[in-house]
């Protein structure tokens, strides 16, 4: 892949809609390389955050993209047929390209053909490594503080609250790694591993190996993107395995500001923050119990009066510091992160600081 990436973002279709394009979404605000065009007929014309939309391949070559990155998410995971002409045309026109649904690129022998004869990459971001194990006991050893997000449900912002928790560290001069566990994360960070896509019982092996890694890339604050929710009727699985694989000494609890169910799954009720606090401190590894250091809401449906008026409540609920990262910053968070921390690895982060 080349050093100087230049993304075109494919959200075909999806471009206006931000439960199918988060992908699309994290790689314009925060990944490392710049996106220089979206792709979305549909919207040809307009743009998002100044980027510009374009309606073909072709028009986006003026802007000298070096890789399309599939920028949504679809059901079940695999490309609608409409898109297998999408995906051959950045191939014939040189660009490496990046995938983070269930479907391989890589497993396609005619894209693997084509991908050979015009000299470009697929990559494939869910794809498991090879090697994966169940935990050995080193994320117990791992000279780092862990802290992992979890959540009330699905697609609630989990990545982004670790994300700007990581920026919030670095800017202070703290050693902070985001670690990546899903799709979009690696697309921004450029490493770790999509959980989800893991055998089960590799699955705390896997986020084992990821702490690790983020330990060994120089993090001594390691921010460990959710995935799932642990009452989610699908997803609680991926949770479990996180929690206990990666160890954390905290959690930051998100949760979306006046949702009262699981997206999806009608008659599923959310329970209250107070309970969530408890049952995730319950669940907690034995060998290393985590408490929930702080909530993260996620408020953007709501104007600023009731923004602030349900932070309030969710700190009057629970007795901890509650805040929005995006909208306030992650400074009141980050605070309430490192006075939960046990008291010798608080030491050692902030001389690091």
Request: charged letters at 20%; proline letters at 6%; aromatic letters at 4%.
């Amino acid at each position: 892949m080349a050093s100087g990436k230049r993304y075109l973002v494919i959200a075909e279709g999806k471009s206006g809609d931000p439960h199918y394009d988060k992908t699309m979404r994290g790689v314009i605000r925060y990944g490392a390389h710049p996106v220089v065009a979206v792709l979305d007929s549909e919207r040809a014309g307009a743009t998002y955050e100044g980027l510009p939309i374009v309606g073909s391949v072709n028009d986006a070559l003026c802007f000298n993209p070096t890789t399309a990155i599939v920028g949504v998410a679809t059901a079940g995971g695999r490309f609608p047929p409409a898109w297998r002409e999408l995906l051959r045309s950045c191939v014939s026109k040189g660009l490496d390209l990046e995938n983070g649904l269930h479907e391989f690129l890589t497993n396609d022998p005619e894209l693997v053909e084509l991908a050979a004869r015009y000299n470009v990459e697929l990559r494939d971001l869910r794809k498991p490594p090879a090697g994966l194990n169940v935990p050995t006991g080193e994320n117990l050893e791992v000279p780092a503080t862990i802290v992992l997000t979890v959540g009330s449900d699905c697609a609630i912002g989990k990545m982004t609250v670790s994300l700007e928790l990581d920026r919030e560290a670095q800017r202070r001069g703290i050693r902070s790694v985001f670690v990546p566990t899903g799709q979009t994360g690696i697309a921004i960070a450029g490493w770790g591993i999509s959980v989800d896509a893991v055998v089960s019982d590799f699955l705390a092996g896997a986020a084992e190996r990821l702490v690790v890694e983020g330990h060994e890339r120089g993090g001594e604050l390691l921010w460990v993107e959710g995935q799932g929710a642990l009452t989610h009727p699908a997803y609680s699985g991926v949770t479990l395995g996180l929690i206990h694989g990666s160890a954390p000494h905290a959690f930051v609890l998100c949760h979306k500001a006046g949702t009262t169910e699981v997206e999806g799954f009608p008659g599923h009720p959310l329970l209250p923050l107070a309970e969530l606090v408890a049952l995730h401190e319950a669940i907690s590894l034995p060998a290393r119990k985590a408490k929930v250091a702080a909530i993260a809401l996620n408020t953007h449906r709501l104007d600023d009066d009731a923004a602030r008026t349900v932070i309030a409540e969710a700190e009057a609920e629970t007795g901890l510091v509650a805040d929005d990262p995006v909208r306030y910053g992650a400074g009141r968070l980050l605070d309430a992160v490192l006075a939960a921390a046990p008291g010798e690895i608080l030491t050692r982060l902030s001389s690091s600081s």
